[in-house]
């Protein structure tokens, strides 16, 4: 009897560059985007690894990445991957999502899974476990944005706290030390590092943000959250569990000249609308009746 031949796929290795640096840009949220992306090219091909330029700000999260073997400082002749999605072709449409710009950009066939990443575990802070002042149910907000074109007002967060408060809800705000504090939120303005902020939302029922740092690890870590959105899409940086409220554009004169690669000197200016800004146009009560559906 003559033996049956079984056929054999021929596994593809891609070569690897040992050469590649990356000098990380953009915020925190970017950074967990961007390992995520290295997490899917470790999975895909163990061997490729990619050396990161030393950056205070990036460096505790990026720390013990299994696609990063070394973090220092670049010679004259290196090589570098261009990890700026926002300056890709395709951003400017809004069309595609940012994960999928970041993954092209390493050369990944999109579209892939987007899953964020996080090497080693989150920071536990028992001193602030012990000073919070836990209720049965803990929100924690993140009002604000490194684009103040990307906030509301404060007085449209403290409305929402005090409805918070007075559904017996504690009310924990997260941020930086310049930080406007919401009238009624227990502060943990500037005490918290990213990785120490990733454990406190998963102690927490769930999250409401502006686009943020806040709205991704709270995806990360797999943390219902309600997302408030201005010049920028939840199409292109939002992730479908969340709960999305997108400010109305209708009226805005500005919105093609808002925030984008063309306009990246308004980044971090104030909107010029003042009262009218869009965010600030947002029915308080579409927002709470968001987070009373959490409740």
């Not at 009624?184 to 005490?191: D, Q, R």
Request: proline content about 7%.
């Amino acid at each position: 009897m003559a033996k049956t031949i079984k056929k054999t796929k021929t596994k593809i290795v891609k070569p690897v560059d040992e050469d590649l640096w990356i000098n990380p840009t953009g915020g925190y949220g970017d950074i967990l985007m961007l390992s995520g992306v290295l997490k899917i090219i470790h999975d895909r091909n163990p061997n490729q690894k990619y050396k990161l330029v030393r950056r205070t700000k990036y460096t505790n999260l990026l720390k013990g990445h299994p696609a990063i073997s070394e973090i220092g400082y670049p010679p004259k002749d290196a090589k570098f991957i261009n990890t700026n999605y926002w300056n890709a072709e395709n951003y400017e449409s809004c069309k595609y999502r940012a994960f999928q710009l970041l993954a092209e950009s390493f050369g990944l066939k999109t579209p892939v899974k987007e899953k964020l990443f996080l090497s080693g575990e989150p920071e536990d802070d028992p001193l602030l476990d012990k000073i919070i002042p836990w209720k049965k149910k803990n929100v924690l907000i993140a009002p604000t944005s490194d684009s103040p074109r990307k906030m509301m007002h404060p007085m449209a967060w403290h409305n929402i706290v005090e409805r918070l408060t007075a559904e017996g809800v504690l009310v924990i705000q997260a941020g930086k030390m310049m930080d406007i504090h919401i009238k009624g939120a227990y502060s943990l303005l500037n005490l918290t590092s990213p990785r120490q902020l990733i454990s406190l939302i998963k102690k927490c029922n769930f999250v409401v943000s502006s686009d943020n740092f806040i709205m991704h690890a709270a995806r990360l870590v797999e943390k219902p959250a309600i997302v408030i959105w201005g010049p920028t899409k939840s199409g292109v940086y939002g992730y479908e569990e969340h709960i999305h409220i997108q400010a109305p554009l209708d009226h805005c004169s500005l919105k093609n000249e808002c925030l984008g690669p063309r306009f990246s000197q308004n980044y971090a200016t104030m909107c010029p609308l003042g009262p009218e800004h869009c965010m600030n146009k947002i029915p308080l009560d579409l927002i709470f009746n968001s987070i009373l559906t959490l409740l």
